[in-house]
């Protein structure tokens, strides 16, 4: 069994960064972060492989969150910068045995999710 607990959200203005932690126990492989705002269906954001060396991000972020992770801490990051007020929702970590997806039902385990609002 793996249990995540994400960490970091908050509310910042628009231009500004957040960085949010997925502490995970438990055997996990590749790791993902999902976003789900008010009225709207969870999305992709980015994953990663279980060395770090492959990831992979939604268009909506590319060039602007990186995705990160500590093995050695059992740790995923999302380092986000240039926030949006269209980026604001909540955001899940997830962990999947397998390699990357980037379709939510493709994960085994999901954290509690962690608030990230970002005003205009």
Request: aromatic residues 10%; glycine residues 10%; hydrophobic residues 35%.
């Amino acid at each position: 069994q793996v249990h995540l607990v994400e960490s970091g959200g908050g509310l910042v203005q628009a231009g500004g960064s957040l960085r949010l932690s997925c502490a995970a126990s438990g055997r996990t492989r590749s790791m993902g972060w999902f976003r789900q705002a008010p009225g709207k269906e969870r999305e992709f954001v980015a994953a990663i492989s279980w060395s770090g060396g492959s990831t992979y991000y939604d268009d909506s972020v590319k060039g602007r969150f990186t995705i990160s992770r500590d093995n050695a801490k059992n740790t995923v990051y999302l380092q986000m910068n240039s926030l949006k007020p269209e980026d604001t929702a909540v955001y899940y970590c997830a962990a999947r045995t397998t390699t990357m997806a980037v379709t939510a039902a493709n994960y085994d385990y999901w954290g509690q999710g962690t608030q990230v609002t970002v005003s205009s």
